[in-house]
């Protein structure tokens, strides 16, 4: 038996998900391996079609991992030696891997209560070195996209967004992805839209970015086989591409129903004193989609505790802020917010699949540790 099949209220949904659209996703199995259509076939490009439509952009580009997606956009950039890049250490080491794979040096700012990149302080990190900044918007909420793009056009910097948790956000009507130069989506099974596997997009508006990222994916081949560049093995697998086609079609009801969870969990737990939530759905401007519910409490350890003992699944991000790592070697940066956020930061149940009753269950029990509040 599995760790998370010992739950009441699982953390993820997946095993509910895949009983309720097995049929469309056979068939969609059924018809690629019929036809033996495995590399870069017609259901990598509609699933791109369909990204590109929904977010309002001009070129998305189908990869095989969101960590892939983030080093060759950066790749894209000519990113390499001597240039600094600006990012977060809240973030999974792929976003900070991908600039030292470049050959980069990355350069660690703080965050702020909404567990993103603390704009206030980053004009304070930039050097002449500085190439480009990547702003991780997190937990399916949105950067304040237009003060970070102020401070990059002053600075004649490049913007890379890591989107990989936000597929279907904005923000005053702006989508996550649609704002920097070149930017990354992960697709893996913890996302909002995701495949069942490792997956990836990248999306631009510049077209000789776009050809330049199609070349990197695909071994420095044209479309017509032409090979004018060493790139690289990262397609996204037209596999997967047909399942996140299936998965498409219940985007929108699937973030409709977490925004319905996160309204739940709101309100039944605002009066907790010593917790903190994060930002409501209902805020003007933003629309997060609640790829994680994240709250924030001292005695976070003996909560998590709790809330196990009593069925219910949870998630840390991260326990150790990556700059706190003694092999990654980035201790050198003094990350106060991040480093409290990682004390006491816990993600509850959310997924589409949560029914309400399981919602109260777990806002029972964490009204239990704080004594019914």
Known sequence: MREHDLFRVPYVGLKQEFAQRKQELASAFNNVTVNASYILREEVGLFERSIAE????????????GTDALFLALKALNIGQGDEVITVAHTFVATIA?????????????IADDFNLAVATLEQSITASTKAIIPVHMNGRCCEMDAVLAIADKHDLLVVEDAAQSMGAHINGAYAGTFGSINAFSLHPMKNLHCYGDGGVITTNDDRLAEQVRLLRNHGQTPNKELVAFGFNSRLDNLQAAFLNVNMKYFDGDIKRRRQIALRY???????????????????????VFSSYPIR?????RLLNHLQQKGIECFVHWETPLHRNEHLKLGHFSLPVTEQVAREVL?????????????????GAVKEFFNGC
């Open 98 to 110: 991908a600039i030292v794979h470049c050959g980069a040096k990355p350069v660690l700012i703080d």
């Open 347 to 363: 993600s509850l149940p959310m997924h589409p699949f949560l029914e309400d009753e399981q919602c109260d269950y777990v806002i």
């Open 266 to 288: 709101d309100f039944g737990l605002k009066n907790c004193a010593g917790l903190k939530l994060p930002n409501p759905p209902q805020e003007t401007g933003y629309f997060d």
């Open 54 to 65: 929904m977010l309002g952009v001009k070129h998305v580009i189908g990869v095989n991992s």
């Open 297 to 301: 409490c001292a005695e976070r350890d």
